[in-house]
């Protein structure tokens, strides 16, 4: 039978002096659980925590906001002040302790500011939540049209705002440099850095909009501050939608581009993902075009890796073991990032590493110990079980 030596999932990958113990990575989800200011919670331990203990070998925290008017609901994470890292350093601790490489995403929401959490509606804040001591605000983007019907119109940000913020996102990364080893930097889904992007957002006049390498520069010019005040020892992963979904968008010739620049600039991965420059999110396309299937942005990490010979990692509906190794195998990526399916399952890594050893015997050498023991006990019995049905029958 095949050992986890033989299983591409459960091989280490290096990347700089990081050595992810394996290519499961708990992607960046937003829980809206932090505190109205932007602070984690025992809440954040215990949810990440628990995917530590089931073995992944990089988790993210969710995107942290690197101002207050870049969050889009009163419960999101921030990093826009020194306070913040406290309870963030306590996550990244635990984490390490388990054997994961902890991560960290940041990034700026942009036109999908003020707004309702996802379980409330996901509309925009109004009479009813200023009343309740949660009033809207404005939110800021490349030009001034809201990203959904409805929406708070943006204010289009000036030309030294832009550069402020450039600033202000190395400032974050160096804030959180001590305690993660990995980082993420959000520039997709619609938010702030996808609408420098986007043609279909960026109607910019400045040295920030016109053509691709105008529309570029925004993106470019963040990933040179983070590289800067990130240590040079620490990898930087760039998480894009690689296409826009609609047309007269961003396509993949552009994020070919866009990544190959990104290298230059030391960014180490490309976080591959799709859609979102209008509508809620990201999903709200396929309320038009249809479901997705398992995979369905696997196509943009391949073709990033294949052509540019530059490390991804593969998102978007990857849910089973062996779909995820066939990924790596065929050299499609060299991560696999899960979300819903670990909210679902959290230790799904170790479920993996049983699942893909195809060991009819249920050995669980790779689970904590103090978890395979119990587990193997739970086994044995089970199969003194089947033995004694076999029995039965036969007699």
């Excluded at 707004?115 to 605000?137: F, T, V």
């Excluded at 402020?164 to 702030?192: E, Q």
């Excluded at 990032?337 to 399952?345: K, Q, S, V």
């Amino acid at each position: 039978m095949p050992g986890l030596d033989d299983v591409m999932l459960f091989k280490p990958l290096t990347l700089r002096g990081v050595t992810i113990p394996n290519r499961v990575v708990i992607a960046p989800m937003q829980m809206y659980m932090a505190t109205k200011d932007g602070f984690y919670t025992d809440w954040h331990l215990v949810h990440l925590g628990r995917y530590a203990i089931g073995k992944a070998g990089l988790i993210f925290t969710e995107v942290l906001c690197v101002e207050p008017r870049g969050r889009s609901t009163y419960s999101d994470a921030g990093i826009w002040d020194d306070a913040h890292v406290g309870p963030l350093k306590r996550v990244a601790d635990f984490l390490r302790s388990c054997g994961s490489v902890p991560g960290v995403q940041i990034g700026h929401c942009g036109p999908k500011a003020a707004r309702q959490r996802p379980h409330e509606g996901l509309k925009p804040l109004g009479p009813a939540e200023a009343a309740k001591g949660e009033p809207p605000w404005t939110p800021v983007a490349s030009t001034d049209e809201p990203s959904d019907a409805g929406y708070h119109v943006p204010h289009a940000l000036t030309t030294s705002e832009v550069q402020d913020l450039v600033a202000t996102f190395g400032r974050c990364a160096a804030r959180v440099a001590p305690h993660f080893d990995v980082l993420d930097i959000h520039a997709a889904h619609g938010y702030l850095i996808h609408t420098f992007l986007s043609p279909i957002a960026n109607k910019r006049t400045d040295r920030y909009g016109g053509d691709r390498q105008g529309r570029m520069r925004f993106a470019l010019e963040i990933a040179e501050a983070v590289r800067a005040a990130w240590p040079q020892d620490k990898p930087i992963f760039f998480r894009l939608s690689c296409i826009d979904r609609a047309p007269g968008g961003w396509e993949m010739p552009d994020t070919l581009a866009l990544a190959q620049e990104l290298r230059a600039r030391g960014i180490d991965v490309i976080d591959c993902s799709s859609g979102g420059i209008r509508g809620a999110n990201s999903i709200a396309i396929f309320k038009k075009i249809g479901p997705p299937a398992p995979g369905y942005q696997v196509p943009f990490a391949a073709e990033v890796k294949k052509t540019l010979g530059m490390p991804t990692m593969a998102v978007g509906l990857i849910a089973e073991a062996k779909h995820a190794e066939a990924i790596l195998r065929a050299g499609d990526a060299d991560l696999v990032a899960i979300a819903r399916e670990a909210l679902a399952n959290p230790h799904w890594a170790l479920h993996a590493s049983n699942e893909l050893q195809a060991d009819p015997n249920f050995t669980f050498d790779y689970w904590p110990p103090n978890h395979a023991w119990w587990l193997q006990y739970r086994e044995e019995i089970r199969r003194m079980g089947r033995t004694g049905a076999k029995k039965d029958a036969a007699a």
